[in-house]
């Protein structure tokens, strides 16, 4: 639970390709309304009538951007392209939503993505450099350019994404719409998810599996990392010049970030997330009468130690259905009641019992402690806190939004010092050896580098990305 | 999960009585939030400043209702009422929204309850033969007729309201606040659950203990079947004189209505819905290799299932959080996925395994055929259905919502007819017998009228309630 | 101009009794839309299918409560009554907003009326006393109460009507619709306008005539002061047993109430104006170059004063067409600023000239006194202001909304210092004797209260007014 | 009146100059309020606090899209740039408001821009060809693109906008905000309307005087056509190296767009529309009684031909003053009606009389013949028709939406088939050699294009633009 503020994934994304007429707008609107987890900020959907591109985008939640009318207006197509863009408290802009539609020399395109650019400032000064204007500080409108500039010596747009992704450096699961091709690409290493599914005739990509169900469309396959797939009248064709190996996905989308019905690489996710709390339960086992999760990341690693261990799962937290509503900030009451208003203890499960209590992270401490001390006032003989994944310590630079390190209690403290912190009498983490076997029938590798430091691939070069910040924030000299 | 269409409580009231400029509006915001299961049609809270009564009410949640401009518009007080009521799709009208604010000979008043008369239709006739008047069809504005009409030779308002207990019939959990007292009674049954708590120096009344909770303060006992509890600057005063036994609450409280982290007369609902499932394994055990609940309503019993039987607890569904917020209509696209969209199975739960399915109730059989369709496309071998609670078989006069006699397929079929209809390879339900006892430490009797036809009370007399409707529907003739 | 926040209409009525599914809402609204002058607090629309009745009203400007939905909504009817009510910055409550619609022992009945009682609390005191209630501090409430007690034992609505009457005292023109009848009456001064129409089959009751020109209906005749009109099936029918004599109508509604285009008793308020400016020319001449009036009432008055005195007519200024939507506060720039963003001086208008400024009162003189100014700094060598109604000095008990007397600057200063203190050259207002000329065509006489202290009826007793705020505002004591 | 829906200004810009921390957006939120009739699509405000640009912008009118919160959201600045939008009814689209905020190479700017490039499709095409990317059809995206690659060899950004100007063609009053200067240029025709104010340190740069009279500052004086001025915190500096005359501004603005109030090149707007009216006797003489405007554009010009022609000026109509919110359409209720909603006859005004009704323009027709059936049906004897301008017949390519040429009456009928058609006595237009003269005193020259089908400047190159049009509408072949 206490995730959702700290940890962010990037986005969603979903691309149909289908018969002139059908309803690939509706579609679309179902699997973002599946994708909604993957991000809550903003949303767009762009819909595709024979080359004429029409769409619509804005802050906020999916249903309440995609009004009845809105979705009328957007009328019939024969390709849809989706997105939905994470949450972020400070830089909430409607130029950051996607789809982003442009027009070039060529004709026009929409592009949606999930990932993070390494090299965005360097191919954005590259751009300027030949005079081009950007809009927004974002990396889909560099992908836009670098895309856009290939094209203007390669034969066809799928070959400019060829072209383009020998200069993007970093992460991106991405979906290019052309007048009439739908074209689907993930980086060499294959950081973010990225899948191919089909419904009759219609070619459909997604960032989950479960947005091929939510429309009742069958999975063919994943994009692999590197391949570029394009979708058109003719069928559906496949590039890899780019293919390098089976990948290093980010584990945390095991961990954290997909839908537990998802099946990424072969993998159920919900299976990888119990399989983590069998081996949290082998790595960190305790006496105990009950185990129980912090809803909703927690239940299923909780069911896992629960079935390792032998001891009973039991429901120890009632979240509040309504709980994204409310503006109720801490201040206004007393602090304690901010956790209490969306998790209260069910006090019969753990009154007199000694408490195994499961969460797949702890980010800053503070919740945790909170949620610690309402199990205690609830009677818990004993609290026995295990996180499903190991420490977090390390910067990620592919996508996803961890805190900053001060703010990390993994950074600041030693296990046992945590422990007290936040008032428990034993703490235990899954070990870094053990998250990267929780999904180890998966077809990818994995990047654990939040965990290890280590990373597959380079991390940005910080002088660019200070050049730009100085530029837009600083007052211009007699230079301009 | 189906239930929400189709059973519903009526509403959810909480009152409090504190100090001057307390933050009692506060207070009832974050109450309400947690009641808001109880109601999502409308809601409202009245504050009172020292007699000057003050209130705002709307259709919707409570969140979207009290923005934080109408919340400070509200502004301090030394008591606060408020309600939530029920989402019913027809008639969905403001001017049924409560809590009421009346003035009469004696001052104001304002009024919020929860239940069901069953004269409703004389007192209503009774009062405009005198020349009164009434604004809507509801309840609460019959109540506070009979309340004013006693208040005029009554010598205080808490007299008013026993003399008007005379005459009320059906069931009531009432909270009055007049411009110097809090005042709560419940009917001599006892249908609808009523709790008194405080916090600091605050009384507080609320439908449930999740009310409490949300704020912090503590329980401090039932109101008792019949009882009028008075809360006032001297403190608080309890007039028994209605009290008749330890009455019979509506079962399905525990079944299905309150919260899980509630505890309603010593019991704690979530142990009870587990019993069910404990219960239900005894009376209909069958082999099978795993055990899931249909979200939310049938998890706890699902898992007391899993318990009592040793058959594994396991996750087979997948919720969409933003369930409450689309509006795509199963026209829209194929029937089929209306339920996909909003619940997707975990196959890697059910695929080639033999699946016993909880729920708490089958009301129309469509829904529970759709999903249990779901479950034989991901793959179950099997599929053993069994509800935790009896068969729907009789309406309910006391402030249950149920779908009419027609539409329950409890009332058309067989056991065994239903089991072939939905899809399943066996189906149980629990016993009345059971479904009495799992509750069986509780302080309180129970009825359940709707699953035996045996009620504790009278029902509404139809002759007048005909008399009335007929009133408002027809063309009035030369009468006039 | 400046008049909106300080004079203030009551209300606008419209009824309309027709045919089986004629499109009486939709009349209504464009009714209500041409007379959303006389009122923008609030709107409501009630709509009456052979006895059902429907309704909504809200807070806002009727384009803005009334949406499409809404109107689809309430559906066909066969008689409609439509009410606008004024806008009160302090009060704006929803509670506040006609018609209301109430259900007594012999059926329902809608309401809507313009006007003001003077013995509201009276009549409320005796329904208290016999256990009514009150949802609000409405005159319209008692006048319910009133007809439903007299309903009791009269053989009809309209003998019911007739009964309250005898009771209701001050200034009131009301429609009551029953379930197969549309009732209007005039109180027997004939305080507020109140007319009758045709279209086709329909009879219409509305505030002012320009209610009818808008869907193009016919005036039929004024209703009489005292009179009851009541339209069924069987057609219209008089009942002038309260008539006596021929009233004496608001003259406020000559000089600044009813749009320019209505006729009331038979003269066109445009040339009332006009020649109220006549008046003020021979009463008040001057030399000068240019006579220039206050948008928008000022307008007929400065034309009628340029046509008499012979001095050239000017545009003297530009009034911003936005100006109701904008909420920048004095506060937030200079104070002389808010008078410029809704009015701008047309330089060459004035520039280099004596100016006549015409408009048809002075309440506070602050607005007043900017608006000068602006005319000074745009180059005017003199300002002579002329107004077109005679000072106001007094409280209005029937229906007008003016500001408190030590708000009035006639009240406190003598013509010679309201001069000084607004920076005019010359002043001079129209006098009693003339604004009761204005309209000497017209078949009523006419109330100046406000400008004489005599009243044509009683005015409120004090008493009973403040035995009502008491009760409201006060802490109940041990009486209660 | 019937102007609204047919002919329309493009646009409204509003930029000022000021120190750190003061209240430059208030001042662009006054200014946008008072230029709302150059636009009422969209609008937007970017304001420059030391170098960082933040906006907002979105679809309606300033104080529904600038909110309290809003505006308190874009905090302070040292400068802020404005703009309003002309409302079409098929292509409302949020990606055409402005400004728009660019960053390129040398920093982050701000345009805003009224009137229209002539060679757009031209230069799009060429930036197109190195690789620029376009997110909208938009001038002023094609203008940022311009200057920014004049940028990259241009010493400075108003050196920049100074090569700019070489290659736009067509008409442009702009003005760029880059972090530390405002500059604001004109066409060198100077099609459109900009002018220099100043207010305190602050210097402003506007579309019409009335937005300097809104905040209380003064006129310095026009931009001159082709002229280039800069303001930063050294002063304001000139570049007249474009400049070549005295310019041919629209002749429109003084008919028909600009605010009443406004004085263009000395001129005052209303002065010129009365003597319009006074060219407009003096050439279509008539005997008649009354003289009457429709409004609100027909008045100045009627009070004019009532002064020339000594015949009396009347008050002829009531303009309902909601007009703007309603939604009823013609088709709700008969035809005739849609005209009376908003206009309603002041027949004491027209009854038995020979009438002048004077308008600025006849476009299609219809709504003109509604207005004369309204007249005949007051009563009016005859009614002569007078036009305050010459005949449409040209399309504009300047920066004014006229209706098709098939829509325009006078390319379709002579004037006396006109007069039959919409069923006036007699019908006289103002002569081209009039309305050039009716402001004779201006610093500046006209175009008359629309009126003449004679042009200042060269029209656009339809080759170009049919080229883009295609691209964006037609399918790809395989050439993508």
């Known amino acids: 639970m206490q995730n959702s503020d700290f940890i962010r994934e990037e986005c969603g994304i979903f691309g149909v390709h289908g018969q002139k007429n059908s309803d690939v707008v509706a579609q679309t609107y179902l699997a973002l309304y599946a994708l909604q987890h993957r991000g809550q900020e903003s949303c767009g959907i762009a819909v595709n009538d024979d080359g004429v591109i029409g769409y619509h985008r804005d802050l906020g939640l999916v249903p309440d951007v995609f009004t009845r009318d809105i979705l009328t207006g957007l009328g019939k197509g024969n390709?849809?392209?989706?997105?939905?863009?994470?949450?972020?408290?400070?830089?909430?802009?409607?130029?950051?939503?996607?789809?982003?539609?442009v027009r070039h020399i060529k004709g026009n395109m929409a592009l949606a993505f999930n990932g993070c650019l390494?090299?965005?400032?360097?191919?954005?000064?590259?751009?300027?450099?030949?005079?081009?204007?950007?809009?927004?500080?974002?990396?889909?409108?560099?992908i836009s350019h670098v895309i856009t500039r290939a094209r203007l010596?390669?034969?066809?747009?799928?070959e400019a994404v060829s072209f383009a992704m020998d200069k993007l450096k970093g992460s991106y699961s991405l979906v290019v719409m052309s007048p009439s091709?739908?074209?689907?690409?993930?980086?060499?290493?294959?950081?973010?998810?990225?899948c191919m599914g089909c419904k009759d005739d219609n070619i459909i990509f997604a960032s989950e599996t479960c947005a091929l169900d939510?429309?009742?469309?069958?999975?063919?396959?994943?994009?692999?990392?590197?391949?570029i797939v394009v979708a058109d009248k003719n069928g559906v064709n496949s590039n890899r010049s780019?293919?390098?190996?089976?990948?290093?996905?980010c584990v945390f989308e095991f961990v954290y970030f997909a839908r537990p019905d998802s099946v990424i690489s072969g993998v159920n996710v919900q299976e990888a997330r119990q399989r983590a709390g069998e081996y949290l339960a082998l790595e960190n086992p305790v006496e105990a009468d009950v185990v129980i999760g912090v809803p909703d990341s927690g239940i299923p690693a909780a069911l896992g130690y629960a079935?390792?261990?032998?001891?009973?799962?039991?429901?120890?937290?009632?979240?509040n259905r309504y709980i994204d509503?409310?503006?109720?900030?801490?201040?206004?009451?007393?602090?304690?009641?901010?956790?209490?208003?969306?998790?209260?203890?069910?006090e019969s499960t753990v009154r007199n019992k000694r408490v195994v209590l499961i969460d797949d992270s702890i980010v800053r401490g503070t919740t945790c402690a909170r949620i610690i001390r309402l199990l205690r006032e609830a009677g818990a003989k004993e609290v026995h806190m295990r996180v499903s994944a190991p420490p977090f310590m390390h910067p990620c630079y592919f996508g996803t939004n961890i805190d900053s390190r001060e703010n990390l209690i993994a950074c600041k403290m030693s296990i046992p010092e945590i422990a007290k912190w936040i008032g428990v009498d034993s703490l235990g983490y899954l070990s870094v050896g053990s998250v990267l076997k929780i999904a180890e029938n998966a077809s990818c590798g994995f990047c654990a580098g939040c965990f290890t430091g280590e990373y597959p691939a380079p991390g940005p070069s910080m002088k660019a990305g200070t050049k730009f910040d100085r530029r837009i924030s600083e007052k211009a000299g007699e230079e301009e």
Not at 118 to 142: C, K, M, P, Q, Y
Not at 153 to 158: G, L, V
Not at 325 to 346: A, M, Y
Request: proline content about 5%; overall charge positive.
């Open 214 to 227: 939510s429309i009742g469309a069958s999975l063919v396959r994943e994009i692999e990392p590197g391949e």
């Open 242 to 249: 780019h293919c390098a190996g089976k990948g290093t996905l």
């Open 79 to 101: 390709m849809a392209l989706g997105h939905v863009r994470y949450a972020s408290k400070g830089s909430k802009s409607r130029s950051h939503a996607q789809p982003i539609v």
């Open 181 to 194: 091709k739908m074209i689907a690409c993930r980086d060499p290493n294959g950081f973010r998810p990225l």
């Open 307 to 319: 079935r390792e261990s032998g001891i009973p799962y039991g429901i120890g937290f009632l979240k």
């Open 325 to 346: 509503r409310t503006f109720i900030q801490p201040t206004q009451l007393e602090r304690e009641l901010s956790v209490k208003i969306k998790l209260n203890v069910i």
């Open 153 to 158: 010596t390669a034969r066809s747009i799928e």
């Open 118 to 142: 390494t090299n965005s400032a360097e191919l954005r000064e590259e751009a300027e450099l030949s005079g081009a204007i950007f809009h927004s500080a974002s990396d889909i409108e560099v």
